[in-house]
């Protein structure tokens, strides 16, 4: 038996056909192209074949895949006009507009795993620690897989900032996040909008993408996932998190946009009989951004861990490729370096 979950307190009549289902068991799917669980026979060939993601050794690296020594003055003050983005690693982005400053799926712990001895570990680290980050007004997440969601990293900004950071979770992760000791925790689900404060007139949007959840034995997708606009009086931003290609990006973009600036991912694909229904492509990513009408978007998800089987430089080129394809300007759609600050209009 599967029940529709209702969608309350939404300020319009959301898309047709972009609901999440709950089963009788209480986990979640999308009704227009769900996540397929991949079988354990496919997880064993993933596993086992060959690699093409080696990863050079560290003088290498500075040269294909700088750090950037992170300048976070320039995050004193919102800028008077655009939006101020910092790639800090994988999904992670330090972003300010509008009189707001908020991180993306924070993520500065050296391994993406549920032991910091033990799992996937970084081979390029963050230009900047939470100690070094400026005043931050929320956070934003999109899923609880665990490159995503770093216990870590919450425990840490939590600790520095407290309630004076807010949260903002899909639907099923608030509890997780008060256990952890975060008390100022917004949770939403797909197409709710939330005030961020009436200063700033920014408002929050939990909007879909094609993913899933995970993060014990058990508990596959009973915590929805997410993609975020952040609507501001002069600019709008969209993160699209951790997803599959699907239309939702289309209905998205009619409703709310177009975004000034959006962090869209363009790694961990390969290869695609495995993970399409998880991970877009460079040319899904660029299908995206047209998709949700932004003007400029900066590729994520890339250049940080080894999560499938594509060189590690690949998802860079195979963006710029397909941009050149298309006949689109390359500056539309961008990669940059760890610590690289930049500010679109």
Same mark, same amino acid.
């Given at each position: *038996?599967?029940? @529709?979950?209702?969608? /309350?307190?939404? !300020?319009?009549?959301?898309?047709? $056909?972009?609901?999440?289902?709950? /089963? !009788?068991?209480? %986990? &979640? =799917?999308?009704?227009? #192209?769900?996540? %397929?669980?991949? =079988? +354990?026979?496919? @997880?064993?060939? &993933?596993? +086992? *074949? %060959?690699?093409?993601?080696?990863?050079?050794?560290?003088? =290498? @690296?500075?040269?294909?895949?700088?750090?950037?020594? !992170?300048?976070?003055?320039? +995050?004193?003050?919102?800028? #008077? =006009? $655009?939006? %101020?983005? *910092?790639?800090?690693?994988? !999904? /992670?982005?330090?972003?300010? &507009?509008?009189?707001? /400053? @908020?991180?993306?799926d924070p993520i500065f712990s050296n391994r993406c795993s549920p032991f910091q001895w033990l799992g996937t570990k970084r081979y390029r680290p963050p230009p900047l620690t939470i100690d070094q980050l400026p005043k931050i007004d929320c956070v934003l997440i999109s899923h609880n897989h665990y490159d995503h969601l770093d216990i870590n990293s919450v425990k840490a900004l939590n600790e520095r900032y407290g309630e004076s950071l807010t949260w903002y979770v899909p639907l099923g992760l608030k509890q997780w996040m008060n256990d952890s000791g975060c008390s100022n925790v917004i949770e939403l689900q797909w197409w709710q909008e939330h005030l961020h404060s009436t200063e700033s007139q920014v408002k929050m949007v939990c909007t879909p993408c094609q993913h899933w959840c995970k993060r014990t034995l058990n508990d596959d997708n009973k915590v929805l996932w997410s993609s975020w606009c952040v609507l501001g009086p002069k600019h709008k931003f969209y993160f699209a998190g951790d997803t599959g290609y699907c239309n939702v990006f289309k209905e998205i973009g009619k409703k709310y946009g177009p975004f000034t600036l959006s962090t869209i991912p363009i790694g961990a694909y390969s290869p695609r009989w495995f993970l399409k229904h998880h991970h877009v492509d460079p040319s899904e990513a660029v299908d995206i951004h047209i998709d949700v009408k932004s003007k400029k978007s900066i590729g994520i998800h890339w250049g940080t861990f080894v999560l499938s089987k594509e060189f590690y430089l690949e998802p860079r080129e195979k963006l710029k490729e397909e941009l050149e394809k298309r006949g689109m300007t390359l500056s539309s759609f961008i990669t940059v370096h760890h610590g690289d600050v930049l500010v679109t209009d």
């Open positions: *038996m599967e029940v @529709l979950v209702e969608e /309350t307190d939404i !300020a319009d009549k959301e898309p047709s $056909g972009s609901h999440h289902i709950l /089963t !009788a068991d209480g %986990r &979640f =799917s999308s009704s227009w #192209d769900p996540w %397929r669980k991949p =079988s +354990f026979a496919s @997880l064993l060939k &993933f596993l +086992f *074949m %060959r690699s093409e993601d080696s990863v050079p050794d560290s003088v =290498s @690296l500075e040269k294909t895949l700088p750090i950037i020594k !992170a300048d976070v003055s320039q +995050f004193d003050k919102s800028p #008077d =006009s $655009g939006i %101020r983005h *910092m790639w800090i690693g994988h !999904a /992670t982005s330090l972003v300010q &507009f509008d009189g707001v /400053t @908020l991180l993306t």
